[in-house]
């Protein structure tokens, strides 16, 4: 399939590196503002422009990749739908909810929209979830801890958002949540804060408490300058009738009513959940199936996110069917 690539930031470059490795991807484009940019992908030997207008008035290709700041994702989607031309985008959907719903509007008057959130595409995750549906009778309440010390000074474009722990790191949280419990979350209550010390201008910890579908309780603790250090994936408890799992970097420990036993979880291999996310979305623009991370699922995490942001600045709860309204 022929493809435009526009972004060429940290997580940008990966994604063009990747595609144009596939048989199945002919990356007829590139696209950055930024002309400086275009070096690090000079030995694919594949044209560069500074705009997505003038690389449409070059090629047309069957669809766009957008790795572009969050805040770009809009324009850039517009003008894809303009042409008719489906889009797959990096995550988050933007960073204010009100994008999110205009694209989501796009969506439902057919044009393809889906959002590459990687993290439910892993093995490891994969496999947690299938241990957890299969094994656990009855979840009533689940704990999350995030701990990284997220400095990337050359690229980091989180550090000048308002909520870099919520929108950029916590939607792939609750993603996973979603993902993992196959419920959805009904109200939040959530605070934030910056140290002082802190490289981040925004709110770079959280802390949330969720109720979800059937009283499932959900606690989450995210920071983003932290010393001590969890998986990206985060620290998890899940309590249940029959007992407790912890799912902790490369371990799937339970104590439940029959004894208490480890589970390695599978590694995960390099791209492989770039590949299966292009794979889904190859496969939905020849004719196949929705995607399960297109825009019509993916607005629930970020109603999630939403509802969370609107809670700390009331200081209240917030349901998440008013934020969807």
Known sequence: MRVIHVGLGGFGIGWCKLMHQRSDIDLIAIVDSNVNTHEKVSELKIPCYISLEDALRAAKPDFIFNATPPHVHLAINKLAFSHNIPVLMEKPISE???DAIAM???AKSGQKLVVAENYRFYNNNIFVKEQIQSRLRNISSINMVFRQ???MPDTNYHSGMEHPALIDL???H????????????KHVYAQV?????SWYKGFSNVKMLATMEDGVQFSYECSMDSYAKTSWNGNWAFTAENGVARYEKDKLYFSMEDGEYVLDVPENENGQDKHRILDEFIAYVQGGAIPQ???TDQIYTSAVVEAAIQSTEIIGEIYVREVLA
């Open 96 to 98: 204010n909810f009100e």
């Open 104 to 106: 989501l509007e796009y």
């Open 149 to 151: 010390h997220h400095h």
């Open 170 to 172: 916590g939607v792939h």
């Open 174 to 185: 609750i993603d996973l949540l979603r993902f993992f419990t196959g419920k959805e979350v």
């Open 193 to 197: 804060n910056t140290p002082a010390w």
């Open 293 to 295: 991370t297109d825009i």
